[in-house]
């Protein structure tokens, strides 16, 4: 079993960061000594789960399940302040397992006793990094699922208790672990795609259920759980079953389209493109069609502007829009440079509006055509699949496992929840103003009107 003493995850180069702290990229450089300290396969690593989610019951169990037994990882305990969902998870774990698996009232009892050297994390949306700095400081590895942050002050202390630790913490951005992004990835950076002038992402669905929990509403009784834990570091607010289940539809307890769906798309353009935050967002939205007592928006459209920040010359633009109305279930995600086109729906790269030679001769410039690539089979991203469908998600859950072992640098690192959290907090701060957000780089703070932004 993994102990406290896990060889430490080599960032060689990168100190642990201070506050504010300075992004910079993950890498892994492993020396003959590096590699007498891999884990054993004979190691059993244990993990426990925190917070028994829908996320986790439909996408982690079936994920875990495909590498466990190869992989030697077995799951010993459930963490969750709701009595009804810590023993479901539990008993059903245990079927899974053949094995007993321990039910605890809360993340601070299960690592109170040791039992667990790994965790999946897939609570409320605004516990995320929170929880994931009581991981590590229990010397925990951890997977935890997006959006990583919803406040800049959480944001950076996340990133500065991760980076100060030894621990591997795999963020849930599971395209990441795609293989059509991969390919798109390498082809953009290989420069063949040319300078990148715009992203458009869109994001619909019409399910008038999203995010709604109506029959689990009124099991759920103050008694049973844990409110103030709940609440965390949140503004203090009567028990509200709603937006304890509910929670996506709930700002401060959620960003809602932002977080839960922008977060994975604008994920690949800091991925594809190295820049780890916008320069600029403005951002309109409102409560359109669901009437349901909501306080996050059901319709969104978000524009950002890219590029190195005193470089406008080599800037672009990423939309974002988004609807619970009217939706296929489609995401979309389709880059355009001034040769064509980088589609992430077809997992194609075509030369359609590139610049032809008809039009190139009559400024007396050369034609810029890309060619017809396919980026290979890869399962597509279904928005009613949880974000991502089992072939991403079990990739994605595999990596982690694997980097537990190797203690390399798994595909989603801390820097890139840290990063769309950024972008995912200036979003927030646009709609929730008016206002043009941009991003302080000093004191690593999203500034609205020169302000800083706070809920």
């Not at 430490?8 to 000594?33: C, D, E, I, N």
């Not at 844990?226 to 937006?243: G, I, Q, S, V």
């Not at 939706?327 to 980088?342: F, K, Q, R, T, V």
Request: hydrophobic letters at 40%; glycine letters at 8%.
């Amino acid at each position: 079993m993994l102990t406290n003493d896990t060889p430490r995850r080599l960032f060689l180069k990168q100190a642990a960061l201070a506050g504010a702290g300075v992004l910079v990229a993950p890498h892994t450089a492993w020396s003959a000594s590096s590699y007498k300290r891999i884990i054993g396969a004979n190691d059993r690593v244990r993990v426990g789960v925190v917070g028994f989610s829908d996320r986790h019951r439909s996408s982690h169990i079936p994920s875990f399940m495909n590498h466990c037994k190869e992989l030697n990882f077995e799951v010993v305990g459930v963490s969750d302040i709701w009595k009804k969902r810590r023993e479901e998870g539990a008993a059903i774990w245990k079927e899974k397992m053949q094995r007993d698996v321990v039910a605890y009232r809360n993340n601070e009892e299960m690592y109170g006793k040791k039992a667990v050297d790994a965790v999946f994390i897939s609570t409320a949306d605004f516990q995320h990094a929170l929880h994931a700095i009581e991981a590590v400081q229990a010397g925990c590895d951890a997977y935890v699922e997006k959006p990583f942050a919803e406040t800049m002050a959480d944001n950076r202390a996340a990133l500065k208790a991760i980076k100060g630790s030894k621990q591997i913490v795999q963020i849930g951005s599971q395209r990441r672990s795609g293989d059509n992004y991969r390919a798109a990835e390498a082809f953009i950076k290989s420069g063949k795609f040319g300078d990148i002038k715009m992203v458009e992402l869109t994001w619909n669905v019409n399910q008038p259920g999203r995010w709604r929990r109506p029959e689990l509403v009124p099991q759920l009784k103050e008694a049973d759980t844990d409110w103030k834990r709940y609440l965390m570091n949140r503004p203090a607010e009567a028990f509200d079953a709603r937006k304890y289940l509910e929670f996506r539809l709930f700002w401060p307890y959620s960003s809602g389209l932002a977080g839960q769906w922008m977060s994975h798309q604008i994920d690949t353009v800091h991925w594809f493109t190295g820049l780890q935050h916008p320069r600029s967002v403005v951002a309109n939205g409102g409560i359109y069609m669901w009437q349901d007592g909501r306080r996050n928006w059901d319709t969104l459209t978000a524009v950002f502007d890219y590029g190195p920040a005193q470089d406008m010359a080599h800037g672009f633009q990423v939309t974002f829009g988004s609807r619970m109305d009217n939706g296929d279930e489609h995401p979309a995600e389709i880059y355009y440079s001034n040769g064509g086109e980088l589609n992430l729906n077809t997992n194609t790269i075509s030369p359609r509006g590139g610049l032809t030679q008809k039009f190139a001769e009559a400024m007396h410039m050369q034609p810029f055509l890309l060619p017809e690539t396919n980026l290979g089979n890869a399962e597509a991203v279904i928005a009613s699949a949880n974000t991502g469908g089992d072939k991403l998600t079990s990739n994605h859950v595999r990596n982690w496992m694997e980097c537990v072992r190797s203690r390399q640098t798994p595909h989603a690192p801390v820097e890139a929840g840290y990063s769309h959290s950024i972008a995912t907090i200036m979003t927030n701060a646009a709609v929730h103003t008016g206002q043009k957000a941009t991003f302080d780089e000093k004191t690593q703070e999203v500034m609205v009107g020169g302000k800083v932004f706070m809920y």
